[in-house]
Each structure stands twice: as structure tokens, then as C-alpha cells.
């Protein structure tokens, strides 16, 4: 026997066997499940819409009540005079302002130096 031979038997076979397959199926009804439904959505009336909106807005109005009188009852604290800030004298900023001009002038002389070297790489 030959390749091609063996391959028509086992292809004639496997069509037999979804024969028989089909018949069964079919005689047993579906096998398969059917899609699940979705649930209905529920539809409102405009008049329980609106009385589900008029409970809502009365609960906030209650929420809103309850906040007010808890705020009406703290008594009011007078504003207390603000702290008075340290301020630096006259001499000390002076000091400070040459401080950091001999920085910069520091960092701009390096950056001049940096300039005049010639690079070797």
C-alpha cells in the first residue's frame, strides 16, 4: 500500500465517523447551549424619576441643615493679630549682598579661565 492509498482510507474514514457523529447529534437534540439572555432593563415612569429626584434633593437639604447648625454653633474666635515677622538689619543685608557678589564673581573668573585654557583633547 501506498502513502496516498493509506491517506484516502483514513480520509473516507474520518468523513464516516462525522456522519455518524451529525446523526447522533441530531438525534439527541441541540448539544450546544443557548446565549444567555441579558436581564430587561428597567424602565422608570417620569413621575417616579421625579420622586426618586425629590427624596434625593430632601436628603441633601437635611446633609446641608445638619452642616449649618454645626458650624452655627462653634462660637467665632476673634482673628488674632498676625505674628510679627523678624526683620534683618540694614548691616546684615548689606553683608549678605557682597557675600554673594563675590560668589558670582568667583564663578564668572572660573568660566573666563575655563575659556583661555586650551583644550588638548
Request: proline share 4%.
Amino acid at each position: 500500500m501506498s502513502a496516498n492509498d493509506i491517506l484516502t482510507l483514513i480520509d473516507s474514514e474520518i468523513a464516516r465517523l462525522q456522519q455518524a457523529r451529525a446523526l447522533l447529534a441530531g438525534s439527541q437534540g441541540r448539544t450546544t447551549t443557548a446565549p444567555a439572555k441579558k436581564p430587561a432593563k428597567r424602565k422608570l415612569s417620569a413621575a417616579s424619576r421625579e420622586k426618586i429626584a425629590a427624596a434625593q434633593r430632601k436628603r441633601w437639604a437635611a446633609t446641608k441643615e445638619a452642616v449649618k447648625a454645626t458650624a452655627a454653633a462653634k462660637p467665632e474666635k476673634k482673628a488674632a493679630a498676625p505674628a510679627k515677622k523678624r526683620g534683618m538689619s540694614a548691616e546684615s543685608k548689606k553683608r549678605i549682598a557682597a557675600a554673594q557678589k563675590k560668589r558670582r564673581a568667583a564663578i564668572k573668573a572660573a568660566k573666563e579661565a575655563a575659556k583661555k585654557v586650551p583644550a588638548f583633547f
